[in-house]
């Protein structure tokens, strides 16, 4: 790939001083939709993210070409980072760039800037936050900002609260931040303390499987989410003192019933109760009982299906696939409606079960899943 990088850069540019960076995507274990509660998430890195090659340029325009993105140049100047519909991924670049400066920190130069991305789009695995660190990165090191890593999350966050206009968590951008190889981080996203955990599945392998359904409407429904969470939070906040929905007690979750609507109630309680499960689940992990962590991985999907309606026929159809030809636990990963299921299945039936997952899936739905059988990866970096 950095061959192939180095090249690109030399036909489209022709300059061979570009430095080679590579930021992952990824993929969330459990604790799903919480991180806009202060809730716990348990997410990864992956060996399939966006690769960008760049350099600094004399003035102060950003050139970039980006395969499969574009063709042509695509050409902005540090002076005016404002929003292009037509052009909905140099978004993310310019809204990256921005939250820099809004921030205070001084670009003075441009940059000529090559990308490619092994992620799927649209899919759930974080394309876009892995745009982002992958910017916010590069300025970071071609203007030595010397940002720390959950700095940089921080501001690839604010990209997509405040530039692209979605009220999602820190998650994605602070493990794709923070990433270390074979490891998992369980983030407290009120606090924003974290702990690395060695992702270690013994007999047992992560298996990614992609719906193919496209998330559209993603972001609207995300923030009818968010928004029915922050609806239930002003109603229990007084009620209970608490400071986040996740801080709720089994006892005030059951009282909250009576102070609810139904739909409010049931989006609280996929809250409080995937907290639960996220902290169950990483001391499961941390004892080596992987089992029990594929079975929470599994409620938490049927809590997303059943109490938070972010799931749809496509992803159901797909867990319930994978459960009955052998896979230990799986669900749904990252915002949901359409996108990804992550699943743990024992490493030696591997193939029969993406074989069997398929004929289910593609019977039912009536156009093929993918696969991709994955490591946990190091976060954003030179390579
Ligand atoms: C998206 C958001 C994250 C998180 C997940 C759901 O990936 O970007 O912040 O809320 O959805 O857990």
């Known amino acids: 790939m950095k061959k192939n990088m180095i090249e690109n850069f030399k036909k489209h540019f022709n300059r061979t001083d570009g430095q080679v960076y590579y930021s992952p995507g990824r993929v969330n274990l459990i604790g799903e939709h919480i991180d806009y509660n202060g809730g716990f998430v348990f997410p990864c890195a992956l060996s399939y993210g966006t690769y960008g090659i760049a350099a600094m340029r004399d003035d102060r325009y950003v050139r970039v070409f980006s395969n499969p993105f574009s063709k042509e140049a695509y050409i902005f100047d540090l002076d005016h980072l404002v929003k292009d519909q037509t052009h909905a991924w140099a978004d993310y670049i310019k809204g990256s760039i921005k939250a820099i400066l809004d921030k205070g920190y001084k670009i003075e130069f441009g940059i000529d800037l090559y990308i490619e991305g092994t992620l799927p789009v649209n899919a759930g695995l974080s394309s876009s936050s892995s745009l982002e660190l992958l910017i916010i990165y590069i300025f970071d090191q071609l203007n030595n900002l010397k940002l720390n890593r959950p700095e940089m999350a921080i501001l690839g966050k604010n990209v997509e609260n405040n530039f692209i206009g979605v009220n999602s968590g820190i998650m994605d951008q602070f493990i794709i931040a923070t990433a270390k190889k074979n490891h998992a981080i369980l983030l407290n996203t009120d606090t924003l303390d974290y702990q690395q955990i060695p992702l270690y599945l013994k007999e047992y392998s992560l298996l990614i499987v992609n719906s193919n359904k496209q998330r ?59 907290q639960m499960r996220t902290i169950l689940s990483s001391k499961a992990l941390q004892d080596g009982h992987i089992e029990a962590f594929a079975k929470l991985m599994t409620a938490s999907h049927m809590s997303l299906k059943n109490d938070y309606e972010v799931t749809g026929i496509e992803l159901d159809t797909l867990v319930d696939a994978l459960l009955d030809s052998g896979a230990v636990g799986a669900r749904m990963t990252g915002a949901g409606f359409g996108g990804c299921v992550v699943a743990i299945v024992k490493t030696d039936e591997l193939e029969k079960i993406t074989k069997l997952t398929q004929e289910i899936y593609t019977n039912k739905i009536g156009y093929e899943p993918s696969f991709y059988s994955v490591l946990p990866e190091d976060g954003v970096s030179i390579i």
């Open 216 to 274: 559209g409407l993603a972001d609207s429904k995300y923030n009818e989410r968010y928004q029915e969470c922050q609806d239930s939070l002003s109603i229990l906040k007084p009620k209970f003192g608490i400071k986040n929905l996740c801080s709720l007690t089994d006892e005030q979750l059951e009282l909250s019933k009576d102070l609810l609507s139904e739909t409010v109630y049931r989006r609280t309680r996929h809250v409080q109760t995937e």
